[in-house]
């Protein structure tokens, strides 16, 4: 076995392993003394209400220009020199 292969099964192995158990973080030292992290995981389901604003099927969007996209930081630096410019 090259050191590819056994590289490769080293990863599938902790692959199961974190797979199958609620273990997030492992360590081991070399006396074989092991420190496992472990993870509850729970699923959550919620139902959504229909979003007014989004539109619906057959129901043209609104055109760009009726919603105008907020400034980014530049943007906003440029406005604000231009302001003290012409006050």
């Keep these: 076995m090259n050191s590819k292969d056994a590289m490769l099964s080293v990863y599938h192995a902790i692959h199961h392993i974190f797979l199958g158990t609620g ?4 360590i081991e030292n070399h006396h074989g003394r092991a420190a496992i992290v ?3 995981q729970m ?3 919620r139902q959504q209400a229909p979003n007014p604003g989004l539109p619906r099927p057959g ?3 609104l055109p760009a220009s009726a919603t ?3 400034l980014n930081r530049e943007q906003r630096r440029k406005q604000a020199r231009q302001a003290r410019k012409n006050p």
């Design 38 to 40: 472990m993870v509850q």
């Design 23 to 26: 273990a997030a973080k492992i």
């Design 59 to 61: 129901k043209p969007a």
């Design 68 to 70: 105008p996209l907020p």
């Design 43 to 45: 699923l959550v389901t």
